[in-house]
DNA sequence: TTAGGTGCAAATTCTTTGCACCCTG
DNA sequence: CAGGGTGCAAAGAATTTGCACCTAA
């Protein structure tokens, strides 16, 4: 585990080159608030980017945090926790089941499987905490995305 | 599937049971935005419930369906799409990888296991869209807030 | 009756945008 | 040097809170 999180040059030229490849500059920014999201694995939020990356840049603001991970994310670098621009979504369905989510439009579809309900997580898992459920999660482009990036 | 969501009665009458059960009273708006929730699949946020219940209540306020939302959230009848309380949460680790999520402080933390990595969906699933990627996503108490609950 | 619940309005918190200046390519 | 990028300040969303009145138990 430690090992595969040690890879943040690797990361860190995968980023170059994604800035290059899609026309993005690299700013000095864009460099230290990568370095600061590849060198965790905490999840922060934008706000908490933003308050470790002003140590190295002091006058950089939050709303180029906010632009940049957004940025990111559409260059497929990084990725967030839950549905995409997310605010609060609910659920009622408290039976056994799973979830695909669109990348695009954040619409979300459940679905069953026997299988996937009683699936096995490592010992690792089970010593971070009480688990009360294991869900999968499928992202991808759904259906009516993927017709509407065709046409317009 | 339909067959497993056709179930709203089941699901109203255990609502109804969870508030006795925690004291809390059972209001016309509460019912309401129950039943809402209950009847859909599609993962609304609180706004589209307020625009929903509205018909029913048309005094209804957007407040009491986000206090009822994290009640019910609370009394474990409903949950939430992605980490609890979101907001946008960043993650630049892109080699496969789950979550463990603290239902309690949202902590995130990754975990590995390259037999949950291949995991096959259904093929109704791939009917949904393009899959990008396929992740497990557990749930629970983190250690450090099953020690506050016992402490404080 | 009465404690908890609701609606309203105002306050917060989170995120996005417009614009003038700056820097990478 | 040109066009994208940044910082600032202000706007806009989303969510929460204080308070007086209301209602289920």
Not at 35 to 46: C, G, I, Q
């Amino acid at each position: 585990m430690k090992a595969r999180q040690a890879e943040p040059q690797r990361r860190f030229e995968r980023f170059e080159r994604a800035c290059r490849g899609a026309g993005a500059k690299l700013t000095h920014q864009r460099a230290v608030i990568f370095r600061e999201l590849a060198r965790t694995s905490d999840h922060p939020d934008a706000e908490t980017i933003y308050r470790r990356a002003r140590k190295k840049i002091p006058t950089l603001s939050l709303d180029t945090v906010y632009r940049t991970l957004w940025l990111f994310n559409d260059l497929g670098l990084i990725t967030t926790l839950g549905p995409p621009r997310a605010r609060a979504r609910f659920d009622a369905n408290t039976s056994p089941h799973h979830h695909f989510l669109c990348t695009r439009c954040g619409a979300a579809q459940d679905f069953y499987s026997r299988q996937l309900d009683d699936l096995e997580v490592p010992d690792e898992v089970k010593a971070m905490g009480d688990i009360e459920s294991v869900r999968v999660e499928a992202r991808g482009l759904c259906l009516r995305c993927r017709e509407r990036r065709k046409t317009g």
